[in-house]
Structures are given as structure tokens and as C-alpha cells.
T-cell receptor, first 116, second 114 residues
């Protein structure tokens, strides 16, 4: 299957700083990328959908100014958590759809963000 | 709108026993259905998917699922559990056609007892 690489896998940052998480499709062109947040013992909550070259579509309740998403190329999307606070600590997962299969999304390994 | 219900947030089975994880969905259009597995602090790995055609779908690691439209179900089974199957399992649904996003169930934690 296609490979999606997410980096970093773990990050610890201080309150008030910003953190960037990268999501790369390694062997296919991702026309659409999705960003999810997963709370402990909970399911995945879709935060936003991004299409290459256009603005991301955010789900209701997700602050677009806090969670900046950029999908600058067909192989890279980034999520920047701005002015992070402890309540932003979570597991963030990206997925990408595209290539020969438009019915399957391929997931990154996830990023564990801890804000101290 | 689509939704997924996974009955049982925790399921325990003995090693070698049958695994049955339940998933019911609702969708106003013909659905694409997926089962994913997640190990601690890792992303999701696709186990199997149903798009069209044969309703019994075989996936990796000996898992299979059957799409039953009349019951709006897509239960995941494995004849004989292995210790390495212990993980979190998510059922998900997507709309057909220009499928864009997945709607996930709340997940089922599978514990395999020795």
C-alpha cells in the first residue's frame, strides 16, 4: 500500500510556542489530506480537510487560526498548532487520499504532542 | 449524514478463540466500509475494506468482515485470536463516488487473554 510519513512522532513544547507537524505522501500524489485529533481512549475526530493549492475546510468547532493547515504540494501538508496550550496536548494523525485509489485513505504514524 | 456504531468498547477473548467485533452503520448512500487497527501510539493500519462486489471481505492477519445491507452491519471476525491481535479497532464509513472523508466509530479495545 501507499506510504504516508508523519513527522515528528513525538514533540514536547512550552506553552505559547508553535509546533509544526508534517505529513508526506511518499509514493503517491495526495490530492486530499485529512487531519485528525485523537483524545485518550477516544475515536478520531476530523479537524480539517485540505486540498492541494486551496484553503483547508475546517470542521465545526475547530479554530482555524489556532490550527493552521497548509497543503502546498501534492505530497506535503502541514499542521501548525499556534500558541499551544496544555489542552492542545493530544495525538494528531494525518491521512492522505489520492493516487490510483480514491476510495482508501492512508494514515501517517501519528504525532504525540505534549504542551508543558 | 453518516454514522458508525461499534458495540462494545472493550472485548476480551482467549487466545485461540473467535474474535467478533461489531459495527453498524447508517448512510444515505451506498457506503464504503473499512476496518482499521491501531497499536499504542501509532497511526491506523487498514485491515480490510468493502467497496462493491463480494460482501465477504478478507483482510490482513486472518481478519474478515461481511457487509450485510439488510442489517446495516459490517462485523469483523477472526476464527482464532492471537496475542498480537490485542489492539484498538476502528470501523469507518465513507460515502461512495467522490469519497472524501471517513466517519469513525468510537473504537473497540481488543484484549487477548493467554
Amino acid at each position: 500500500g501507499a506510504v504516508v510519513s508523519q513527522h515528528p512522532s513525538r514533540v514536547i513544547c512550552k506553552s505559547g510556542t508553535s509546533v509544526k507537524i508534517e505529513c508526506r505522501s511518499l509514493d503517491f500524489q495526495a490530492t486530499t489530506m485529512f487531519w485528525y485529533r485523537q483524545f485518550p481512549k477516544k475515536s478520531l475526530m476530523l479537524m480539517a480537510t485540505s486540498n492541494e493549492g486551496s484553503k483547508a475546510t475546517y470542521e465545526q468547532g475547530v479554530e482555524k487560526d489556532k490550527f493552521l493547515i497548509n497543503h502546498a504540494s501534492l505530497t506535503l501538508s502541514t499542521l501548525t498548532v499556534t500558541s499551544a496550550h496544555p489542552e492542545d496536548s493530544s495525538f494528531y494523525i494525518c491521512s492522505a487520499r489520492g493516487g490510483h485509489s480514491n476510495t482508501e485513505a492512508f494514515f501517517g504514524q501519528g504525532t504525540r504532542l505534549t504542551v508543558v | 449524514a453518516q454514522s458508525v456504531t461499534q458495540l462494545g468498547s472493550h472485548v476480551s477473548v482467549s487466545e485461540g478463540a473467535l474474535v467478533l467485533l461489531r459495527c453498524n452503520y447508517s448512510s444515505s448512500v451506498p457506503p464504503y466500509l473499512f476496518w482499521y487497527v491501531q497499536y499504542p501510539n501509532q497511526g491506523l493500519q487498514l485491515l480490510l475494506k468493502y467497496t462493491t462486489g463480494a460482501t465477504l471481505v478478507k483482510g490482513i492477519n486472518g481478519f474478515e468482515a461481511e457487509f450485510k445491507k439488510s442489517e446495516t452491519s459490517f462485523h469483523l471476525t477472526k476464527p482464532s485470536a492471537h496475542m498480537s491481535d490485542a489492539a484498538e479497532y476502528f470501523c469507518a464509513v465513507s460515502d461512495s463516488g467522490s469519497a472524501r472523508q471517513l466517519t469513525f466509530g468510537s473504537g473497540t479495545q481488543l484484549t487477548v487473554l493467554p
